[in-house]
């Protein structure tokens, strides 16, 4: 049967239809779903991190070009999302900053491929269809299900995690989780929490979901991350704090640029703070040497100090792609002890850019949070009930409190992160946009 198009009657994305060869709709959702399970249970695949990543994924990514050729050019180029992410993603494939600094490729295939393969599972989810989307949101539920289970599997029979497995061993004070990572798999348990409150809203047959939020608030306190606890307090402050919005007829786009406009503001007050607290401005530093976060504390207040110096030195490219994480690059800006002991690599996402990709860099980044809030904003305008206007209110929220997370950690690398930038795209109808114009907001 020959493949047509038409407009989906509640969506302005066009939709495939018609069985296809081999990249029918059922074949290309479950090799995307796939890649999915993958970078959300990354352990299950590999004894060594992310070797499932560099076999699969190129695979995937012919089959993502497959099914953008029959979905049709003409309407990639009009996605203003889909261009914002692509924009994102070039600052990382075209390494300015390595003209006029020591750098290593192997550094730049490493942390080049890990944002390739975040981007096709973003591009990649866009090309589904409505009911496609809704299935996908429910699979990352499961997998954030797993993540869990493995993670209280950990800490109840005292496994800890070296890289690609676990063994039974002297248990690690913080369990890992199911990423490599323990703040990283904390992304997963806040994922997993904002899924289990939201999708029984409007499908009663995943009510049993609501059972696991005790169990997502244990795991969050087993694994003890500074980010876990910021990010799920961000998420509750943001759901109290955008409540007063919630009765005021607010057009999508003005409450996305609310979002966007508080973000902005609590990104500028954590790097004063930070740079406040390593010039121990009003003796910060010493009221809170008693605190156990001591040093995590003066470590990001370093990175941050340090950053602002790179962009100073560099501030179009920066030092170009993840060169924050090659050594000579982190000997030669190392600022404090702290930071000869942890290295350079950010811990701010913002500042990460910043460091990588220079001012252009965090401006496509930028560009990438602000699309993002306008589409929960025009998801929140338009859902069709108060179930389904409840949902998105929710996830803005988690996405707000995860992006507080990226304040302290570097989320650029997380599926977490990924997670809640394609939320508002995959579990909403929202109106007609009018017509694309030349300007990029």
Not at 22 to 37: P, V
Not at 51 to 59: G, I, N, R, V
Not at 128 to 144: K, N, W
Not at 272 to 281: E, F, G, I
Request: aromatic share 16%.
């Amino acid at each position: 049967m020959p493949r047509t198009l038409k407009m989906n009657p509640t969506s302005p994305k066009l939709q495939p239809t018609g069985s296809g060869l081999f990249l029918g709709r059922s074949y290309y959702f479950w090799a995307l779903t796939l890649g999915f399970w993958i970078k959300l249970n990354i352990v299950l695949f590999t004894y060594k991190p992310y070797t499932a990543t560099k076999f699969y994924f190129p695979l995937l990514l012919l089959v993502v070009l497959w099914k953008a050729k029959e979905v049709g050019l003409k309407r990639l180029w009009t996605d203003r999302d889909l261009a914002a992410a692509s924009l994102f993603l070039l600052t990382f494939a075209v390494p300015l900053g390595y003209l006029w600094n020591p750098h290593s490729w192997a550094v730049y295939r490493q942390w080049g491929l890990s944002m390739l393969s975040f981007y096709l599972l973003f591009a990649g989810a866009l090309l589904l269809d409505l009911r496609e989307r809704r299935r996908l949101v429910e699979m990352i539920a499961y997998f954030c299900l797993i993540g869990l289970g493995y993670l209280l599997l950990q800490y109840l029979l005292g496994w800890s995690y070296e890289p690609g497995h676990f063994r039974r061993a002297n248990p690690f004070p913080r369990p890992y989780g199911i990423l490599d990572d323990p703040a990283h798999s904390a992304g997963i348990y806040l994922t997993g929490l904002a899924l289990s409150l939201v999708l029984p809203l409007t499908a009663p047959r995943l009510r049993w979901m609501w059972a696991m939020v005790p169990l997502y608030l244990y795991a969050l306190w087993v694994s003890r991350t500074l980010g876990s606890y910021l990010g799920l307090a961000g998420s509750l402050m943001a759901l109290v704090g955008l409540a007063p919005f919630w009765s005021l007829d607010l057009k999508g786009n003005r409450l996305g640029r609310l979002v966007f406009g508080l973000w902005l503001f609590l990104f500028l007050a954590f790097l004063a703070a930070s740079v406040a607290y390593h010039k121990d401005y009003r003796g910060m530093k010493t009221q809170m040497a008693s605190s156990s976060k001591a040093i995590s504390m003066e470590l990001r207040a370093a990175l941050a100090f340090t950053a602002l110096d790179i962009f100073e030195a560099h501030p179009l490219v920066g030092l170009g792609t993840a060169n924050d994480h090659y050594p000579p690059n982190q000997k030669a800006w190392a600022a404090s002890r702290a930071l000869e002991v942890r290295f350079l690599a950010q811990h701010m996402t913002p500042l990460a850019m910043l460091v990588g990709s220079g001012l252009v860099g965090l401006l496509a980044f930028l560009w990438l949070l602000y699309r993002t809030c306008l589409a929960y904003g025009r998801a929140w305008k338009g859902a069709a009930s108060r179930a389904e206007r409840a949902k998105v209110w929710i996830l803005l929220a988690w996405f707000f409190g995860l992006q507080i997370l990226s304040l302290t950690l570097l989320m650029l690398y997380s599926i977490s992160f990924w997670i809640f930038l394609l939320l508002p795209h995959l579990l909403s109808n929202p109106p007609q946009e009018p017509a694309p114009h030349p300007g990029l907001f």
